[in-house]
């Protein structure tokens, strides 16, 4: 029989999975991240894995809904802390940095998550879709923020400037402040 774990290790340990799912994430992808290095560096064996976790897949959409949640989270309260456009632009500039610390959540288009879409239980894919809608409605129901152009297009553009990030290699300049110089000068056509 295997080992228990006390709540407070179950925590810990989950937290440390999660942790380790992200870093390996960001550094090799989806498929070369493997449960028998996730283990390693959480000082589990692969049975326990399964105790906090149905799938390799399993984990890597709880750590990505999760990551968008604090993502959103934090540009909630940006945006309720100014309510005004300048909230909109400083909740943008926060939201690109925190993708540029995830790069698997601007790398949606790459073989590595579709890989990973692909092995989502139905249950897996609906939590990320609702992830995802979290995340670009956003900027929507807040009554301090009127959109000057079609809303539609407003939040395509605001998609565009946040898509640089995979640009970034290539700019001839420092893509934070090309980013924050773009948006700190569109802001006005985007928001009344």
């Known amino acids: 029989m295997g ?16 942790d380790a799912c992200k870093q390996s994430w960001t550094r090799y ?7 028998d290095e996730l283990c390693r ?21 709880e750590v990505l809904c999760q990551v968008q949640q604090q ?3 934090g540009a909630a309260k940006i945006l309720i802390e100014y309510q005004d456009k300048r909230g909109a632009a400083e909740a943008l500039k926060y939201i690109y940095r925190e993708y540029d610390k995830h790069n698997f959540l601007y790398n949606a288009e790459s073989v590595d ?14 939590r990320l879709r609702e992830s995802e809608r979290m995340s670009r409605e956003i900027f929507y129901d807040r009554p301090w923020l009127k959109f000057r152009i079609d809303r539609d297009k407003a ?3 605001i998609y565009a400037l946040l ?9 001839p300049y420092d893509h934070m402040e090309t ?8 802001i006005d056509s985007l928001y009344v």
């Open 113 to 126: 998550y579709t890989i990973l879409l692909h092995k989502l239980s139905e249950e897996q894919a609906g």
């Open 41 to 61: 560096q959480t000082g589990i064996s692969k049975g326990a894995f399964y105790l906090f976790y149905e799938s390799k897949e399993a984990l890597f959409c």
């Open 29 to 35: 992808g989806y498929k070369k991240t493997s449960i």
């Open 155 to 157: 939040m395509a553009v």
């Open 179 to 186: 980013f924050d110089f773009m948006i700190d000068h569109m």
């Open 71 to 73: 993502i959103c989270d």
């Open 163 to 171: 898509m640089n990030l995979k640009n970034k290699e290539i700019l």
């Open 3 to 18: 080992r228990s774990f006390t709540k407070r290790e179950k925590e810990k340990i989950r937290q440390s999975l999660q």
